[in-house]
């Protein structure tokens, strides 16, 4: 990873949270493979793994309310269940989370969402909005790759991608790929996310939702969604407001997000599309006192993306789509000493580190679908602009970087009987940190009904920040290999082994190995139980020393409840993030939350709702760094209308 | 690392070209015989290849995912839950069963068509008819069997049958309505209508047929046990052999738009005889129209 960075030039780069996790990454103790704790986090899994082992089992299911008005609600026997089989047949981890998923959370942003994921561990810096980091199994946060529609909001200067950003309620789906997806998307040495937002309600000339609820320290989300169609015309339109004065101390936020989408039905099944997303951060984000840091930051984010494209059949098998964006990214970050209010030492003479990013660019992709395989061929290409007004953390020397890079690439599923063998590549022109191939092959196959193995070996790679200066590339290969089963009545289960192979020649080589299990229950009396558990053991490939800083242990638990009229989500989760031992972290038990909601009136095409969410209902700490500590408990609630 | 984008190349361009794709994807919302009738019509006298996917059997199924990568010829939806997995499918065409809100959905997706879960309003009053029946009590939802009612009532009015409506918004309105018809209808008709008819009301129709002797006449034979005088039935099998006409005309090129939502064909017309006799109707008068 990352850990030999010049960390004397990445202050200004990144922000300063970033900068805490690549100075703790950079002192690279070496630690006893046995701690304490993990007797503690061992029991809390084998704990939440026979949760949802021993599950009841189920003898009765949601009727079809056509089928239960014609037999008269007598032949609502009860089914076996079989095994899911997977939602796609791409070999590699994906999880797909759907928009009833996200309602069901109350979620405000997607890292509210990410956060009930297995494989993915979220570190907060404090309540709704407030900046979030995503580690996708362990690997580091600045190769989680995050696309809304397709196109990237990673900062090109930092490699961060801030998921708090991107308001929950826009979402029909986040797709996420855990391990590298290089073949496909170019710098993807972590995983990507693709949050893939609402599209037009088609059959109404307008509807709606409007949102709102208020919780703890004026913790406000309120939001409007305009969605209709007339003729071949749909839109999708969102404007939302998220301020707090802060659950934790010091984490104050105002922001304000918009989001548009029209979508123009072309003949013969074409569509042309136009999207705008503008979102608006102003908050406090640390507040490390002294004698530690005596810092204060408050960053003022502002990012605005626009994309057009179209998608047209070129005949029977073969498809075009083409688009292009433009995006701006300006992130302000203010450091002040909290004791007397100067500027924070670390940013001699300047009050405030500015960075702005502007990113054009366009791709190309050719879908011919045979009558076995499915062939896609496409091009991306981007053109970057950079102005940072420091070059490093102690002098003041504005420069401006222009960079454009490409990438071509071809992916092929071919499927024969109940196997499929997905082989891809690409190669990338980065003009910093050189050319880079990427090449993945993976297969999956439907060994029974209810079973599907899979398997996914790629190599990829992750850029490091683009600065005054260039450094090479950081390099990954992955190797997962896994299996989805309901062989065991009204339970799914989905197992996957990684290895995960990181180098680079600023990198000390690592090996990361690991593992992850997902089960959940079907649902009975409309109670269902899910639990995942993700392992990582990240070693140093010269003396297979363990490496700190590397998540190892985490556990998700989600217990739902969904009667169509109540429902209710209580979440727990429990990430061991191993830190070094100075960082003074604190990881024990789970952290967990309550969700209610109830629908209170329903018609055809309206409804209202309530809900309530108590956040980590017994006040327990779970932090990575004594100075991020999480939000204590809080409660918020709210209603929702739809029409 | 040449081996391998050597090998990798020849997977994707090299691989045997075996035909592995389907025309049909089924969606079906559950495992219930009444869906296996549907199917099996469906597939008679047809040689399409299909994937079929029952929702139920999932905890989670991405029906917009598998459609977008297997790129079927068409969905068949047997369901509601089936229905509603359609939901976001736009260009995909599907043909829709077994669910009452195929009507209200098929305007606002031009997609989509199907066959109603509603025999023709003629056959209910030519039953009504026979019967010597002329004021008919029909509560419904006016979003949901509206559309129906509307054209019911034209039907009826060229036939001299009067239908006595009364519009419910929520399932416990039915019993107010209901007593509010005493006096005023000598027959009941219960529609397939999911606010009129709930589990909680449907006993109180049948007691309004005892204690007024009006005889009441459904939608299914599950009725007849609980005091229905006679149902129109939909042959479920017959109902997938429409749906495969319509998919075959689809398959040959005809646009789902061009397909207009259809009554089912076939309708078996079932009486309860002691229901019957105490209502002082003979058989004869229930079963006199010879297209039953």
């Known amino acids: 990873m990352n850990n030999c960075q010049d960390t004397n030039r990445v202050p200004y780069l990144l922000d300063i949270r970033s900068l805490f996790l690549l100075l703790s990454r950079a002192r690279n103790p070496i630690m006893p493979l046995i701690k304490p704790q993990h007797t503690i986090s061992t029991f809390l899994v084998a704990l939440c793994l026979a949760l949802g082992i021993l599950a009841c089992p189920a003898w009765g299911e949601e009727a079809d309310e056509t089928l239960g008005l014609f037999s008269a609600w007598q032949e609502e026997a009860s089914t076996a269940s079989r095994a899911p089989k997977p939602l796609s047949q791409t070999a590699e981890n994906v999880t797909v989370v759907t928009a009833p998923e996200i309602e069901a959370i109350n979620a405000h942003t997607l890292a509210d969402v990410l956060d009930t994921i297995p494989g993915i561990q979220i570190q907060h810096n404090g309540g709704p909005g407030i900046t979030a980091y995503t580690f996708i199994q362990s690997t580091d946060f600045i190769h989680t790759q995050v696309y809304v529609d397709g196109v990237s909001i990673t900062n090109v200067s930092s490699g961060f991608s801030d998921v708090s950003l991107i308001p929950a309620n826009i979402i029909e789906r986040v797709e996420i790929v855990k391990g590298a997806a290089s073949s496909a998307w170019g710098q993807a040495l972590g995983g990507v996310i693709n949050v893939i937002t609402k599209s037009p309600e088609r059959g109404r000339t307008i509807s709606g939702t409007a949102t709102a609820s208020i919780g703890e320290r004026t913790t406000t989300d309120d939001s409007l969604e305009l969605s209709g169609a007339r003729g071949r015309l749909g839109y999708y339109l969102s404007g939302s407001l998220l301020d707090s004065k802060g659950v934790l101390p010091n984490t104050r936020i105002d922001s304000n997000r918009a989001y548009a989408k029209l979508a123009y039905d072309l003949p013969n099944h074409g569509q042309l599309w136009g999207t705008y997303f503008y979102t608006h951060a102003d908050m406090g984000d640390l507040h490390a006192p002294a004698p530690a840091y005596d810092l204060d930051e408050k960053p003022d984010k502002l990012f605005m993306l626009g994309s057009l494209g179209v998608r047209y059949p070129l005949g029977d098998r073969l498809e075009l789509e083409v688009s292009g964006h433009h995006s701006f990214n300006r992130t302000n970050n203010s450091y002040f000493n909290i004791s007397d209010g100067a500027i924070w030492s670390w940013q001699t003479s300047l009050p405030t580190s500015i960075v702005k990013e502007q990113v054009s660019g366009a791709s190309a992709k050719l879908v011919w679908r045979g009558e076995n395989n499915l062939l896609v061929a496409g091009s991306d290409y981007n053109h970057l602009e950079l102005f940072n007004n420091s070059s490093d953390g102690s002098t003041v020397s504005p420069f401006t970087r222009r960079v454009d890079r490409w990438g071509i690439y071809l992916n092929d599923t071919v499927t024969v009987g109940p196997v499929s063998v997905t082989p891809g590549v690409r190669f990338d022109h980065t003009q910093t940190a050189g050319d880079q191939f990427s090449p993945s092959i993976g297969a999956t196959w439907q060994l029974t009904g209810a079973t599907l193995l899979r398997a996914y070996t790629a190599r990829g790679y992750g850029l490091p920040v683009l600065g005054l200066t260039d450094s090479p590339s950081v390099k990954i290969w992955t190797t997962q290999v896994g299996a989805e089963s309901s062989a065991i009545p009204y339970i799914w289960a989905k197992g996957t082994l990684f290895r995960n192979q990181t180098w680079g020649n600023t990198v000390e080589q690592h090996m990361a190995l690991g593992t992850e299990l997902e089960i959940r229950t079907i649902p009975v009396w409309n109670t269902s139980l899910g639990t995942g558990y993700t392992f990582t053991d990240t070693t140093r490939t010269s003396d297979g020393n363990e490496v700190n800083n590397y998540a190892r242990h985490t556990v998700q638990v989600a217990l739902r409840y969904n009667d169509k009229t109540y429902r209710g989500v209580l979440t727990g989760r429990h990430i061991f993030w191993n830190s070094d031992p100075s960082e003074n972290g604190h990881y024990g038990g789970l952290l967990w939350d309550l969700h209610l909601g109830a629908t209170l009136l329903k018609r055809e095409n309206s409804s209202l709702e309530v809900f309530f969410s108590a956040h980590n209902l017994f006040n327990g700490a779970q932090y990575y760094f004594d100075q991020i500590p999480n939000p204590g408990r809080w409660f918020e609630g709210g209603m929702r209308v739809r029409f | ?292």
């Open chain 2, 1 to 292: 690392m040449r081996i391998l984008a050597a090998f990798i190349f020849s997977c994707a361009l090299l691989f045997p070209l075996v035909a592995d794709a389907y025309d049909v994807l089924v969606l079906q919302s559950r495992r219930d015989p009444a869906f296996d009738e549907a199917l099996s019509g469906f597939r008679t006298g047809r040689n399409l290849s299909e994937r079929l996917i029952v929702l139920a059997d999932y905890v989670d199924v991405d029906i917009t995912r598998i459609v977008r990568e297997d790129q079927p010829a068409l969905v068949l939806a047997l369901g509601d839950k089936a229905l509603e997995a359609t939901r976001k499918l736009r260009q995909t065409p599907v043909v829709a069963l077994i669910s009452l809100g195929i009507h209200n959905r098929h305007t606002s997706h031009s997609n989509l068509t199907g066959i109603d879960m509603f025999a023709a309003p003629e056959r209910y009053l030519t039953l009504f008819q026979g019967m010597r029946k002329h004021r008919i009590g029909l509560i419904f939802h006016p979003a949901k069997s509206g559309w129906y009612v509307q054209q019911a009532r034209q039907i009826a009015q060229r036939m001299g049958i009067e239908l006595v409506l009364r519009e419910v918004s929520v399932p416990r309105d039915t019993l107010f309505h209901l007593s509010s018809l005493a006096g005023k209808v000598d027959a009941l008709w219960m529609l397939p209508d999911s606010t009129a008819v709930t589990r909680e009301t449907v006993e109180a129709y049948f007691r309004f047929s005892q204690e007024h002797n009006v005889p009441v006449v459904s939608f299914a034979s599950a009725y007849l046990g609980l005091g229905a005088a006679a149902v129109l039935e939909i042959d479920r099998t017959e109902l997938g052999r429409q749906a495969g006409d319509m998919s075959s005309a689809i398959l040959k090129g005809a646009e789902a738009s061009d397909i207009p939502l259809a009554y089912p064909h076939r309708v078996l017309l079932k009486t309860n005889p002691s229901v019957l006799k105490h209502l002082g109707i003979t058989a004869e008068q229930a079963i006199m129209n010879p297209r039953e």
